[in-house]
């Protein structure tokens, strides 16, 4: 059983930056970040392989959006930069056993949420 622990959410103004973190328990995993905007779906934002080597962007973030991760930690960053108000959503993180990127299927655990919101 894996437990994955999302922090770092909060309110920023529209061109802030924020760190979100998830730290997991147990072995490294591949790990990806996905977000929820009320009102609608959840979508892939970003993800990473278990030793870092390889990382996958949603093409419309990844000039914004960075994922890293510590395994020495076991935890996994999201660094977003620039926000704007339609970033707005709760930031989830996932852990699957094989690089997975957008493939939301593959994933096989998902922590609890952070909240992230951008005021214009």
């Known amino acids: 059983q894996v437990q994955l622990v999302e922090s770092g959410g909060g309110l920023v103004q529209a061109g802030g930056s924020l760190r979100l973190s998830c730290a997991a328990s147990?072995?490294?995993?591949?790990m990806g970040w996905f977000r929820q905007a009320p009102g609608k779906e959840r979508e892939f934002v970003a993800s990473?392989?278990?030793?870092?080597?390889?990382?996958d962007y949603a093409n419309s973030l990844k000039d914004r959006f960075t994922i890293s991760r510590d395994n020495a930690k076991n935890i996994v960053f999201l660094q977003v930069n620039s926000l704007k108000p339609e970033d707005t959503a709760v930031y989830y993180c996932a852990a699957a056993k094989r690089f997975s990127g957008i493939n939301s299927g593959a994933y096989d655990y998902g922590g609890q949420g952070t909240q992230v919101t951008v005021s214009s």
């Open positions: 147990g072995r490294i995993y591949a």
């Open positions: 990473i392989s278990s030793s870092g080597g390889s990382t």
